[in-house]
């Protein structure tokens, strides 16, 4: 079975600062698809970014960005010129692309990130 | 992107009751729609895929009986919380698949309080 492990609970960032949350996964699966996704206070499911995994190229959205590793199997968000609208539980996600009922997802347990003024 | 919308945003119950949540898709035809639980400072756990038009695919230790899932349409999938009690209290999120880089739309969720 697929695992998803975000080993910082927590992470704080001053503001215009950058700041990395770790994810790392397990699959035997070489295709694949990896999502971060943000969940802010009001609880609705923001879609940061995703990566697809036969892609090497990093994926890249405005001030957030990847670094994929596929063979260590590693997954960090990279957060550039933090804003106070970053304030949010941040969730890693996986899904093997087998399309239909497949396209369910694994998330991590997430790291709550604060940005300090 | 896709629109997807829950009601009602919060309910409160009593215990023994059943409550429904339903979940829309606004602009999406969904064949596969997904129900989660959330609760405090946790993570989300996937209950159920919801297919349109067969039933529902339930995770390893979700009880089916008690978590009823009707997909009738490619729009509207619902949740019905059968005889709730207060453990039965917590964050239901669906999310839709979009057809597009195996993406899912969320929900806003709805917030069960079972007294």
């Known amino acids: 079975a697929q695992t998803v492990t975000q080993s910082q609970p927590e992470m704080s960032v001053q503001e215009a600062e950058t700041v990395t949350l770790s994810c790392t996964y397990d699959t035997s699966e070489s295709d694949y698809y990896l999502f971060w996704y943000k969940q802010p206070p009001s609880r609705q499911m923001i879609l940061v970014i995703r990566?697809?995994?036969?892609?090497?190229q990093n994926a890249t959205e405005n001030r957030f960005s990847v670094n994929f590793q596929k063979a260590a199997k590693s997954f960090s968000l990279k957060i550039s010129d933090s804003q106070l609208g970053d304030a949010a539980m941040y969730f890693c996600?996986?899904?093997?692309?087998?399309?239909?009922?497949?396209?369910?997802?694994?998330f991590g347990k997430g790291t709550l990130l604060t940005v300090n003024p | 992107g896709a629109v997807v919308s829950q009601h009602p945003s919060w309910v409160i119950c009593k215990s023994g009751t059943s409550v429904k949540i339903e979940c829309r898709s606004l602009d999406f035809q969904a064949t596969t729609m997904f129900w989660y639980r959330q609760f405090p400072k946790q993570s989300l756990m996937l209950m159920a895929t919801?297919?349109?038009?067969?039933?529902?695919?339930?995770e390893q230790g979700v009880e089916k009986d008690k978590f009823l899932i009707n997909h009738a349409s490619l729009t509207l999938s619902t949740l019905t919380v059968t005889s709730a009690h207060p453990e039965d209290s917590s964050f239901y999120i669906c999310?839709?698949?979009?057809?597009?880089?195996?993406?899912?739309?969320f929900g806003p969720g709805t917030r069960l309080t079972v007294t």
């Open positions: 990566q697809e995994a036969y892609k090497q």
């Open positions: 996600a996986y899904t093997p692309p087998s399309g239909g009922s497949n396209y369910k997802l694994t």
């Open positions: 999310s839709t698949e979009t057809g597009v880089s195996y993406e899912q739309y």
């Open positions: 919801s297919n349109e038009g067969s039933k529902a695919t339930y």
